[in-house]
């Protein structure tokens, strides 16, 4: 585990927590210290960790924030180029592209639990973390069998349900329910901030819809920026109808086709069908195309999956 | 208690579990019954319920959908004009404007509960949904002291903590905090719905960002189409804000600029100071503008303030 933070220090503890062997590497001495006093396997020697995780072939996942990868990526191609490897970052294609950069994509299949972001650190962690949350684990073309049966296990071991997605399917929702919501919530505080009375009013409904803007602004910053290519056409759907919503009332008084459309929108959220994922055999001819059909069909991963190594 | 869906209702259980002696009208049979069987003397006879109020002076709660008012107030006009009146309307200008339209104005004192509204109806409602929630009364020129201090003394019986503001000023900040917040969550809900993979991996921000869209469309477009003049204004500046991001973004591959403010927003609204209204006198000279601007300043009363008249 690269990176103790708020979600690697919580895959530390769930991953042990399920009977794992699993070691850290954190930067600063903090974090790491956080881990070993909490009883946890952890160091701040990147050198050592990365051999050590080369003498047992560890599977690496990747927990630091993006800005820290392309060093991190080096390191790992220089001590432990022959790992598995994951991440676990928002923003699966531009990850994917540092990898390639590194020359490391063989060995690699990218990962992304969805799960909150307002706080941060080990101390934020706790195992619960990904109980029932959505784990996506990318299914694009060139990823390796064995290595996505690796990275599977372990995200069911943490109590997530895995959803496969190619990665820039991932970015484009990713930047629909995570981070344009996320820009909605900084400029719906910013304008309340704007009228004297607000924040004396403020109750639940502004409180709900202004909690992420709570999160630290350079986390916020680093997902939204490594996915501008996902995050401009849909800023500019919702700019647009704001837009047509703001001339509809000033004008006619109404804004019942954007009231009428996102109350629908919603209804179809609330009551969008889930289902098993049971039928795909991993390694199996066609198999990352019908994993990522399934995901988009609102399938997920509860058990693991046969794959063609396990059955010889 | 005229009208008792979520609002109306609740009052009704809390008022009576506060000891009051309340009464209760109803249009449909359906929420008439759920209180009668609840033990509560309600009844769907509009008529026989005015008379009643008129020969008790009660305060008369106006608890009815915006577009139903005209038609309420021109039967209280006819058969309790000189009863004290309040609402609980989340536009406070508009209702006014009704109420002089009616002649009623110099007995009313405007109210606003500010509560969720994701759910309505008699069912929906209970006895606790004001407890510490601010509940905002109008302290407009015309207001006239001792119907003030019934409502007060209705708001704290209901256990909320009232907060004093003038009607325009109250119906900017709802426009801040509520009604630009709901057609933020309208136009994200629609936005993702249109994205395949989204609804397959929305979680916590996502719900949460788009609660809000699962109210009723008729309860939203009341409460934005009746605050148009403060709505439009704000859905500009929300609108500005994120172009501005979009071209930033876009540009320089950058969303600092409202990142950093919507965070520092945030922070500032977590800690906005609460105080303590508790030197102001209800009917002495210039009370109005001095509890406007405790209000505005953060100030809620908690215990019921004196009054000219309780102290004679």
Known sequence: MLGLGLIGGSILRAAAGAGREVFGYNRSVEGAQGATSAGYDASTDL???LARAAETQALIVLAVPMPALPNMLAH???SAPDCPLTDVTSVKLAVLDEVVAAGLQARFVGGHPMTGTAHSGWAAGHGGLFNRAPWVISVDDHVDPDVWVMVMTLALDCGAVVVPAKSD??????AAIS????LLAEALAVTAAEVPLAFALAAGSFRDATRVAGTAPDLVRAMCESNTSQLVPVTDTVIDLLTRARESLACNGSVADLVDAGHAARVRYESFPRSDIITVTIGAERWREQLAAAGRAGGVIRSALPSLDTRR
Chains 1, 2 share one sequence.
């Open 47 to 49: 050198t050592a960790t």
């Open 76 to 78: 790992i191609r220089e």
């Open 169 to 174: 399917e991932h970015d484009a929702a990713a």
């Open 179 to 182: 981070h344009l919501p996320h």
